[in-house]
């Protein structure tokens, strides 16, 4: 990070995963639930720019969890690496973040931005062939409509950087990474 760290990415230091939710975006803008981004057509308010995005649990203790059956491209499921029973060993108690992501490159070369990224990785939720593959454990928890979407516009810092600094933030923190953001 190094001097980004002192200026254009001194947000990261003031993000407090205990405390962030709809009611405190710590930075982030407005929550909107998935349901409501994909069936409501709130998906218009997404920035076609570059940026970091979190999904957020909005309940409170651990949600129930299913195999990932009904949820993805009916010839293409969600992937299920871990088996269903396994999957609240990796809950991370004391945070309503779950999943932690980019979209879009600081050169611009990239077709990706929060637009085009979130409208991929929703495409799960709507049972669409998509090209997403991160973070798609979210779609195991059950009632994934309810979980909330929030982002940050970084158009002057790589928002690969933005997302590493936010992950190394939390793994400190919480000694592990968000839910969705586990390594298979």
Not at 19 to 33: A, E, L, M, N, V
Not at 153 to 160: H, I, L, S
């Amino acid at each position: 990070m190094g001097g980004e760290k002192n200026g254009k990415m001194a947000w990261v230091d003031e993000v407090d995963f205990k405390k962030i939710s709809c009611h405190d975006h710590q930075g982030f803008g407005c929550c909107y639930s998935v349901k409501e981004l994909v069936d409501e057509g709130e998906r218009t308010k997404i920035p076609k720019k570059n940026g970091v995005y979190l999904i957020l649990w909005r309940g409170h203790g651990m949600p129930g969890f299913n195999d990932g059956k009904n949820t993805g491209f009916p010839q293409n499921p969600v992937p299920r690496t871990t088996l269903t029973e396994a999957l609240p060993e990796r809950w991370v108690k004391g945070t309503h973040v779950i999943y932690i992501g980019k979209a879009g490159v600081l050169n611009g070369k990239g077709k990706s931005n929060l637009y085009t990224r979130l409208r991929e990785y929703l495409k799960w939720y709507q049972q669409k062939k998509n090209k997403h593959h991160g973070g798609r454990d979210i779609w195991r928890i059950d009632n994934p409509g309810n979980l909330l979407v929030t982002w940050r516009v970084t158009e002057d810092v790589d928002p690969e950087k933005c997302e590493k600094a936010l992950l190394d933030k939390f793994t400190e923190e919480f000694k592990q990474l968000p839910f969705a953001n586990y390594r298979h």
